[in-house]
Nanobody
């Protein structure tokens, strides 16, 4: 499956962005979709994930109700709504896909998009 992330940009602290990740080349509804992020000099870290049903979600602790992951299986797209953004949210955001169970473990996601830059100014 191929993944294409978009929607990043420059925003002031407290602002919002909506990231999108379009999938192609596979049966989108069979995949768990995840979002990860990587700040300069840091490891890539888990942000959120959602299974094919969309009925449950998983978030990193630092999200604390600010971000929302959702998916539209008819459009083969997963979204990440970023609200109340902070300068420490600045990173390249990546979408990823895997089959099987919902997980936050980065290493078990075999499919990755190219990333979209989110920059939050103070």
């Amino acid at each position: 499956v191929q993944l294409q992330a978009s929607g990043g940009g420059l925003v002031q602290a407290g602002g919002s962005l909506r990231l999108s990740c379009a999938a192609s080349g596979g049966t989108f509804s069979s995949y768990v979709m995840g979002w990860f992020r990587q700040a300069p000099g840091k490891e890539r870290e888990f942000v959120a994930a959602i299974p094919w049903s969309g009925q449950i979600t998983s978030y990193a602790d630092f999200v604390k109700g600010r971000f929302t992951i959702s998916r539209d299986n008819a459009k083969n797209t997963v979204f990440l709504q970023l609200n109340s953004l902070k300068p420490e949210d600045t990173a390249v955001y990546y979408c990823a896909a895997k089959r099987g169970v919902l997980t936050s473990t980065r290493s078990v996601y075999p499919y990755w998009g190219q990333g979209t830059q989110v920059t939050v100014s103070s």
